[in-house]
C-alpha cells in the first residue's frame, strides 16, 4: 500500500521533485487517419490552386515526410492510406466535376512516396510531424547527385502550424537529406470517366460541346522524330486535338495522347502541342526547365497549370534541350 501512488511514498516523492515536472503532456501520435487527412486536404488546395478555364488539374505527385521513428511505426500502414486518399481523392473530383469541363491531370497516375527524415527545407521533423510535399508531376527526390548543380522544383505545402499551403520553390538538393525507401512508393494508374460538360443555367444559351475525336484514320499531323544520344529515329501520327510531349516511363504509358520519348534529355512533362479550333492552327507550350525551340526560336518556359501558347507553323522544326529534334508537318 506504501508504494501507491496516494501513498505516503508518492507524497514524500512530491516533496522531492514537484508533480509539474514529473509528468510530461502525452505526445500526439501520427494516426493513419492524420496521414490521409493531410494527403486530401493537399489534394484538395491544389484544385483551386491549378484548375484553370473549364480544365479541372490538380497535383498526382505527392511525398510524404514522417519522423524516421513514425516512419517505423507507420509503415505497414502506408498501402492502405495510399488506397484511402486515391478513394477519397476520387470522391473530390466527382464533387466539383460540375463547376469545370473536362478532368485534365498532367500526370498519368498518382505518385506517394513515404520518406523518413529528421529534417526538412531548415526545419526540424518531429515524431508528430506529417509534413506532405504535392506537385503536378515530376518530383524525383534522391536521383540528385551530390556535386550536381542547383535545380528547384515547384511544390505545394502546408505552411507551418497553419491551415493555409503555399506554393515554394524546393530544391532538390534537400531531398537527399530524407531517406526514401522503395517499400514506401507506390503508382497507381489514373481510372476517369469522361467528365462531361456542365449544364448551362437556365436562360443560358446552350453551346454544343466540341466532338474531340479520338482516332482519325489520317492524323492531324505527322511528327517524326531523332533521338541524338541513341542515333535513332521514329514517327508519331498525330491523332487527338491535344497531345503532351514527354519522357517515356512505367507511369504514362497508357495515356493514347502521350508522345512518349525515351531520352534523358525529355522532361516530364516537356511541351503540349495542340489544334485551336477557332484559328484552325496549331499551338505549342513548353514546360521544361531546358529549352525548347521552334524553328530555332527559343520559345518562353510556363507552368502545366498556365499554358502560355505559341504559334506552330504546320511544317516545322521542334528542339528539345538541344538533343531531340521533332519534325511538325500539318495533314489540315
Given amino acids: 500500500m506504501a508504494n501507491q501512488p ?40 491544389s ?14 505527385h505527392f511525398l510524404i515526410i514522417l519522423h524516421p521513428d513514425t516512419y517505423e511505426d507507420r509503415q505497414n500502414a502506408f498501402p492502405v492510406v ?24 498532367v500526370a498519368s497516375s ?11 527545407a531548415g526545419e526540424p521533423v518531429t515524431p508528430t510531424d506529417v509534413k506532405v510535399v504535392g506537385a503536378l508531376t515530376g518530383i524525383l527526390p534522391g536521383n540528385v547527385a551530390a556535386n550536381a548543380p542547383s ?19 524546393v530544391d532538390l538538393s534537400t531531398f537527399q537529406q530524407i531517406d526514401f525507401r522503395e517499400p514506401g512508393a507506390f503508382v497507381v494508374k489514373f481510372n476517369f470517366e469522361n467528365t462531361p460538360v456542365r449544364v448551362p443555367a437556365a436562360g443560358a444559351t ?7 475525336p479520338r482516332s482519325l484514320d489520317a492524323g492531324l499531323a505527322q511528327i517524326s522524330y531523332y533521338l541524338a544520344e541513341q542515333n535513332k529515329e521514329s514517327s508519331y501520327l498525330m491523332r487527338d486535338r491535344e497531345i503532351v510531349v ?21 522532361s516530364n512533362p516537356h511541351a503540349r502541342i495542340r489544334y485551336d479550333d477557332a484559328t484552325q492552327s ?19 518556359r510556363s507552368e502545366p497549370a498556365s499554358p502560355q501558347w505559341v504559334d506552330l507553323p504546320g511544317k516545322s522544326q521542334i528542339l528539345l534541350n538541344s538533343m531531340v529534334t521533332l519534325t511538325f508537318q500539318s495533314n489540315t
Fill in 6 to 45: 496516494g501513498g505516503w511514498f508518492g507524497k514524500l516523492s512530491n516533496l522531492i521533485i514537484p508533480a509539474s515536472q514529473t509528468e510530461t503532456s502525452p505526445v500526439p501520435a501520427v494516426t493513419n487517419k492524420r496521414m490521409l487527412d493531410e494527403l486530401v486536404a493537399s489534394f484538395e488546395d
Fill in 206 to 212: 446552350k453551346v454544343a460541346p466540341a466532338t474531340l
Fill in 82 to 105: 495510399v488506397n484511402e486518399a486515391v478513394q477519397a481523392f476520387k470522391a473530390v473530383i466527382d464533387s466539383r466535376k460540375e463547376a469545370y469541363g473536362r478532368v485534365s491531370p
Fill in 151 to 169: 535545380e528547384k522544383v515547384n511544390v505545394t505545402r502546408r505552411v507551418k502550424l497553419t491551415n493555409r499551403y503555399e506554393k515554394v520553390d
Fill in 47 to 60: 484544385i483551386s490552386r491549378e484548375s484553370v478555364g473549364t480544365s479541372m488539374l490538380f497535383n498526382a
Fill in 246 to 266: 514527354a519522357r517515356k516511363e512505367s507511369d504514362n504509358q497508357h495515356f493514347p495522347n502521350y508522345l512518349l520519348l525515351e531520352s534523358a534529355y525529355v
Fill in 110 to 120: 498518382w505518385f506517394f512516396k513515404f520518406g523518413a527524415g529528421r529534417e526538412f
Fill in 282 to 300: 496549331f499551338q505549342i507550350a513548353s514546360f521544361s526547365r531546358n529549352e525548347t525551340r521552334v524553328n530555332e526560336k527559343l520559345i518562353p
